[in-house]
């Protein structure tokens, strides 16, 4: 079968139809089935461990995508609960969480601000009070006088016995007195007189020891009856203010529970609303110790948050405890609680990018570590291997019921999430989002609503019709396939986006397709420079490529080339020299490492064929180099297979080969012609060989595989040349359908015996080849005898 010429209509921009009655909405991943699926299944299961990766190609927008279908999926659900810190009074180093309804954590904050006022402000009245002070002055009253009593008989029997107790700034003596109850000298008595004061004093001594002892104990008995009238007046002062919070959250248990711990602690630790006495020494304030740590906020949100963290660094996603300086130092409490992602997307859905996930190791182990343990810590990862600073905190956990949703590219899932072993423990849904989207009439709607969303949202302008269509055309070849639409919408974007500039510049009231077409001429010569050089080094000689004429074992094979923001094909010369041998085909790229292993497997497959088509009868004796020529930088993939094995046939027949033509392909070892990728880059880059190096013959075009056929989507400037007939396009299946068109002779058909016509090509291949046999076995018959 004879090489199949392609029309114009084949390569050029294709134009689609629309489904007039498609939904015309931006374009989301319910167009991804697939995806779609995988998502709303992940969401939908409460189990732990089904988390989602959503895995898209750059450029996709998959994290747009990703997002609008997560808020959409929300939308409609309660949002999460507020989540509270609270000072725990006992074990004040362990501070609590406590959930609460939404709205409901901001409205117990300020009514714990306005109760702590309002204490103070019912204390202060309490204890300035008439009856509060009179209550202390009559206890104090009671005791002073029961002392002064005691005192007074201690001193009645002193002086009958001649002595007294004198207050001294030692304290309280006993000393002798004279006639008149003045103090005495102890000397001025006789000696009989001195030993009964002696006696008689330290019996007085020790009873007043003994008074001084009761006196105390008297005394600490008056102070815990104080402290018992101050907790009782403050109990009953306290009595309305707390029962009115109480009533308010009587609904919230937590609450209550922790209203009814904050009243008792208030009433042991009243010294904490006294004045202050000390100004500018720092010390704890009952706003600081009753206070309500309002950690996650959602009073404002109407349904579950989906909330994307850029930066997924440990303290960004699992919070933090600052710092304030205090005297020297540093102080913190449970009141510098500050909540991370993770803790703001609790009852919700949290977004990461994979990259900057994977730039993060320490915060994808820790992520683990909450999946797995259910709950979400605070650590400071920061004060590892410092001195503990005394009094910080460790707040309890807060329990974890999150969806993790992780977005990323194909080589950041394979080559860093999913080696992990852990990873299908706590992510066991893949949302695989396609490159592309087929070409059906309601596809091609979506597509052209979202063109004219892009270009209405961008500067209120219109897309006409044409420029639509002239970038649906385009999306099928950015997805390099006629029946695919690429789902790189970026890509669409951007050229939307340079489109609307564009028409701004020229005064134009609308997007026309002259002027997208622009804007995609303009983006390629911005990007086009390497191209542009390597074509100036083809035009001026200094490399190789000859597009006319014939020429013995030289082939013009077709590469490409992807710099990232520009990909682009151009010719290549391959030749080959073969000679009599035993080696077979020499991958000259191989021999010295120029060679990638893809390459070198295609060079063996046509070993392959060449053994399956010649050495039936007698053994392939020949060798064969095969090269790039000027090529310095390497070579990997199969897709000039076909042209290799051209050359070789060629050199080995002796029979010319068109320089007119340019070939791309694969090839099996039965001759079967395979899809390569790049091809309209690839013929794109031999027509501007062609026409750079002269007028189009009219005789001059590409091979490409059949298979490669629906790949063709070609530029304008090329499409019209095949419309004119001055570049053509052939699809071949086999490497046989290739040499006819190469050489203009046909190949052969082999008789019951193997052997080809003398008068083909593989005739002539097979008489080379057995010449080359026959000479080998003279030669070493010779040496052998």
Not at 547 to 568: C, E, K, P, S, Y
Request: hydrophobic fraction near 40%; aromatic fraction near 8%.
């Amino acid at each position: 079968m004879p090489a199949k010429r392609l029309a114009a209509t084949d390569v050029a921009l294709p134009v689609l139809e629309q489904d007039a009655g498609a939904e015309s909405a931006l374009f989301t991943l319910s167009r991804h089935k697939r995806a779609r699926t995988a998502l709303e299944f992940g969401l939908n299961v409460t189990d732990p461990g089904f988390n989602i990766f959503v895995v898209g190609e750059d450029r996709s927008g998959r994290m747009t995508s990703t997002m609008h279908f997560l808020q959409d999926f929300v939308e409609r659900k309660p949002p999460p609960n507020d989540w509270v810190y609270l000072n725990n009074f006992r074990r004040p180093h362990r501070p609590r969480p406590l959930p609460l309804p939404a709205g409901v954590g901001r409205r117990f904050r300020d009514r714990m601000i306005l109760l702590v006022r309002q204490v103070r402000e019912a204390l202060s009245g309490t204890f300035g009070g008439d009856d509060y002070q009179e209550k202390v002055r009559a206890e104090s009253a009671k005791l002073q006088q029961a002392i002064a009593e005691e005192m007074e008989a201690l001193r009645a029997e002193a002086r009958a016995s001649g002595l007294d107790i004198m207050q001294s700034q030692q304290g309280a003596t006993v000393v002798p007195i004279d006639s008149e109850g003045q103090p005495a000298n102890l000397d001025e008595f006789p000696p009989e007189e001195q030993e009964r004061l002696k006696e008689k004093g330290r019996e007085i001594g020790e009873k007043l020891n003994a008074l001084n002892r009761h006196a105390a104990q008297r005394q600490a008995e008056m102070g815990a009856r104080v402290m018992e009238i101050t907790q009782g007046a403050a109990d009953s002062a306290l009595d309305v203010q707390f029962e009115a919070v109480r009533g308010e959250f009587s609904g919230y248990g937590g609450v209550v529970r922790w209203l009814v711990e904050m009243r008792t602690d208030v009433l042991e630790n009243l010294q904490l609303f006294a004045p202050d006495e000390q100004p500018g020494v720092r010390r704890e304030l009952p706003e600081d110790r009753y206070a309500v740590n309002l950690f996650v906020d959602h009073s404002d949100d109407p349904n579950p948050g989906v909330l994307l963290e850029a930066n997924p660094t440990y303290e960004n996603l699992f919070g933090r405890m600052e710092y304030r300086p205090a005297e020297g130092g540093l102080y913190t409490d449970f009141t510098m609680l500050r909540a991370g992602a993770v803790h703001r997307a609790n009852g919700g859905i949290l977004v990461l990018r994979a990259d900057a996930l994977a730039r993060n190791p320490v915060s994808w182990e820790f992520l683990k570590g909450s999946l797995r343990d259910g709950e979400i810590r605070i650590e400071e990862l920061q004060r590892n291997g410092a001195v503990p600073l005394a009094g910080a905190p460790r707040p309890k956990p807060v329990p974890l019921d999150l969806k993790v949703v992780i977005v990323g590219a194909p080589r950041w899932y394979y080559a860093f999430f999913s080696v992990d072993p852990e990873y299908q423990t706590y992510f066991k849904v893949k949302a695989d989002i396609d490159a592309d989207m087929d070409t059906t009439p309601a596809n091609v709607a979506s597509y052209a609503a979202l063109i004219r969303k892009i270009a209405h949202d961008h500067r209120k302008f219109e897309c006409e019709d044409d420029a639509v269509q002239r970038l649906i055309g385009m999306a099928t070849r950015w997805a390099a396939n006629r029946e695919k639409l690429t789902a790189r919408f970026e890509i669409v974007e951007d050229v939307v986006v340079e489109a609307v500039e564009l028409a701004v510049e020229t005064d134009q009231k609308t997007v026309t397709a002259a002027i997208v077409q622009q804007a995609i001429e303009n983006r390629r010569r911005r990007n086009a420079r390497v191209e542009d050089r390597m074509q100036e080094s083809i035009s001026d000689g200094q490399v190789m490529i000859a597009t006319t004429g014939h020429t013995v074992g030289q082939i013009n094979g077709l590469t490409v080339r992807d710099l990232g923001d520009h990909a682009f094909g151009g010719p290549s010369r391959i030749t080959a020299r073969a000679s009599a041998g035993r080696l077979g085909v020499i991958n000259i790229e191989r021999q010295v490492a120029l060679g990638g292993p893809i390459q070198q497997k295609g060079v063996m497959v046509l070993q392959g064929f060449l053994s399956g088509r010649f050495a039936r009868r007698f053994p392939l004796s020949f060798n064969c180099s095969i090269t790039f020529e000027q090529n310095y930088g390497g070579v990997e993939g199969d897709s000039a297979s076909l042209a290799e094995v051209l050359a070789i046939l060629s050199d080995l027949s002796g029979v010319p080969l068109r320089q007119d033509i340019g070939i791309t392909g694969s090839m099996n070892q039965r001759g079967d012609a395979q899809a390569i990728g790049g091809a309209h880059h690839k013929i794109e880059g031999f027509f501007r060989a062609c026409v750079e190096a002269g007028e189009l013959t009219g005789d001059q075009g590409c091979i490409v595989p059949k298979s490669n056929e629906k790949n063709l989507v070609l530029r304008d400037v090329v499409s019209d040349a095949v419309a004119a007939g001055k570049f053509h396009i052939w699809s071949v299946e086999t490497v046989e359908e290739a040499a006819e068109l190469f050489t203009g002779m046909p190949v052969g058909e082999p008789d019951a015996d193997g052997r080809y016509p003398a008068d083909t090509l593989y005739g002539k291949v097979q008489a080379e080849l057995e010449a080359f046999d026959r000479a080998l076995y003279e030669r070493e018959s010779r040496l052998s005898s």
